[in-house]
C-alpha cells in the first residue's frame, strides 16, 4: 500500500459543522506523506459558522497536522477558495512561507497541466442565485442531520455505514442530471484553459474518469464520502477512501520501512515568515511541480 504521494488533493471539510469529519481527515493526513497538499474549497464552513455551527478543538487539530506537514515534511500547501469559505476573497491573493491561500491554480506534472479549482463557479445557483443557494443548504444540513440519526441505530444493530444523503441524491433525477451537466461544463472549461485534464469538488460526488479526451477528477468531501485524490511519483492519479484503508498495515509498513516515518518533531514556530501577494492577471498561476 503506498503511503508517500507527490500530490493529495481533498475538499470539502466543512470544519464548523456537525457533519464534518475532521477526526478522520486528521486521522488520514497523518497516515500519509505528500509534497503537496492541495485543500481544494469548502475547508472552512464559513455559512454555517455565521449560523448555527460552532468551531471545536478537533477542527482545529485538522490545522495542527497541516502545520506539521510543513514543518517536518516539507510540504507545500495550496488553500484554494470555495462557495462555504468565500471569506477569504478579502485577503487573497496570500502566501505565508510554504502555504499558499488563492481562488484557483494550474498545476503541471509529469507533461500535463491541470486546472485546480472548487467548481462554484461554474455553478449558477451559487453565483447569480445566492438566496437559493442558502436555502438549499438548510435543506442539505437537515438531510445531513437525518443520515446521523439513521446510522446511530444501524451501528446499533451491528449494520455497516449507509450514506442517506448520497442514496437520496442517486434516486432524484434532477440531482443525477444536474452532476452530468456539471462534470461536462468543467471538462470543457479545462479545455478551453489548455489543460489536459481538471480536478474539483464542490458537489460532495468522487470521480476519477475520462469525459471528451479531458481527465476529469473530482476528490469528493470529507462529510459523506471521505475521500481524497492523490498521485504518486510516476504521475498516477488514484481515489482513496477512508473506509477502505488498512490503517494496522500502514502502522507496520512505517515501523519497518527504515527512516520512512521518522517520529514527528513538535510544531514550532517558523522564525521567518515571508508575505508575498501575486500580481494580478486573467489566468490562475501556473506550478510545475
Known amino acids: 500500500m503506498k503511503t508517500d504521494f507527490k500530490t493529495i488533493v481533498i475538499s470539502d471539510v466543512h470544519l464548523g459543522t456537525k457533519g464534518s469529519k475532521a477526526k478522520e481527515i486528521a486521522r488520514f493526513l497523518k497516515q500519509y506523506r505528500c509534497k503537496n497538499l492541495i485543500l481544494n474549497g469548502d ?7 455565521k449560523k448555527s455551527g460552532s468551531w471545536k478543538r478537533k477542527h482545529t487539530r485538522f490545522f495542527n497536522r497541516i502545520l506539521k506537514m510543513i514543518e517536518n515534511h516539507s510540504t507545500n500547501v495550496f488553500y484554494l ?16 512561507g510554504k502555504l499558499r491561500i488563492q481562488t484557483d491554480m494550474i498545476y503541471e506534472s509529469f507533461g500535463k497541466k491541470y486546472f485546480i479549482t472548487h467548481g462554484d463557479v461554474f455553478d449558477s445557483v451559487t453565483t447569480n442565485l445566492r438566496w437559493i443557494a442558502y436555502v438549499g443548504d438548510i435543506g442539505y444540513t437537515f438531510l445531513l442531520w437525518l443520515n446521523r440519526v439513521v446510522n446511530h441505530y444501524r451501528r446499533k444493530s451491528g449494520l455497516p455505514y ?9 434516486k432524484v ?12 461544463e468543467l471538462a470543457k472549461m479545462a479545455r478551453v484553459k489548455g489543460c489536459d485534464g ?11 474518469r475520462i469525459i471528451d479526451g479531458i481527465e476529469y477528477m473530482n476528490s469528493g468531501d470529507w462529510v459523506e464520502t ?4 492523490a498521485e504518486d511519483h510516476e504521475g498516477n492519479w488514484q481515489l482513496i477512501y477512508y473506509n477502505e484503508i ?3 498495515s500502514i502502522q507496520i509498513e512505517a515501523q519497518t520501512s527504515l527512516g520512512f516515518f521518522e517520529e514527528e518533531r513538535p510544531v514550532i514556530p517558523l522564525r521567518k515568515v515571508s508575505f508575498e501577494s501575486f500580481k494580478e492577471d ?8
Open 43 to 49: 475547508i472552512i464552513d464559513g455559512w454555517q459558522l
Open 81 to 96: 477558495r470555495g462557495n462555504h469559505d468565500d471569506f477569504l476573497e478579502q485577503i487573497l491573493p496570500l502566501q505565508i
Open 162 to 170: 449507509f450514506s442517506l444523503s448520497q442514496y437520496i441524491k442517486g
Open 173 to 184: 433525477k434532477s440531482a443525477v442530471s444536474y452532476v452530468d451537466q456539471y462534470e461536462s
Open 198 to 208: 481538471i480536478i474539483c469538488g464542490h458537489i460532495h460526488q468522487a470521480e476519477n
Open 226 to 229: 471521505m475521500s481524497a485524490l
Open 246 to 248: 488498512d490503517f494496522k
Open 282 to 289: 486573467d489566468n490562475p498561476p501556473s506550478y510545475r511541480l
